[in-house]
């Protein structure tokens, strides 16, 4: 994967920022070009306690809130992973605060 220069420093900004633990975990977004990917990461154990794949943002959105609530998971902490907070990634952190997380 190439990152562009402006995106990694931005990347590196927010992950000296930002740790996961059980009881809040890093809530992790990946964009590709057909898909959006979203992680709840417990960065203290190194493990992906719940995930969600799909073409929609807002649905990924709203999947990672409902899994996060199975397993008694109320907040988050945001992690853009250096994109700007526009467009897929504002509509998936959107629709997980409708969902119920908080962060």
Do not use: W
């Amino acid at each position: 994967m190439m990152l562009t220069a402006r995106r990694l420093a931005r990347k590196k900004r927010v992950k000296a920022k930002v740790l996961g633990t059980a009881k809040t975990p890093r809530l992790s977004v990946f964009r590709s070009n057909k898909y959006v990917y979203a992680q709840l990461i417990d960065d203290q154990k190194n493990v992906t306690l719940v995930h969600a794949k799909g073409e929609v943002a807002k649905l990924v959105g709203e999947q990672i809130a409902k899994d996060a609530k199975k397993k008694k998971i109320s907040s988050a902490v945001f992690d853009r992973s250096g994109y700007k907070y526009h467009g897929k990634v504002k509509a998936l952190a959107d629709a997980a605060r409708e969902g119920g997380l908080k962060f």
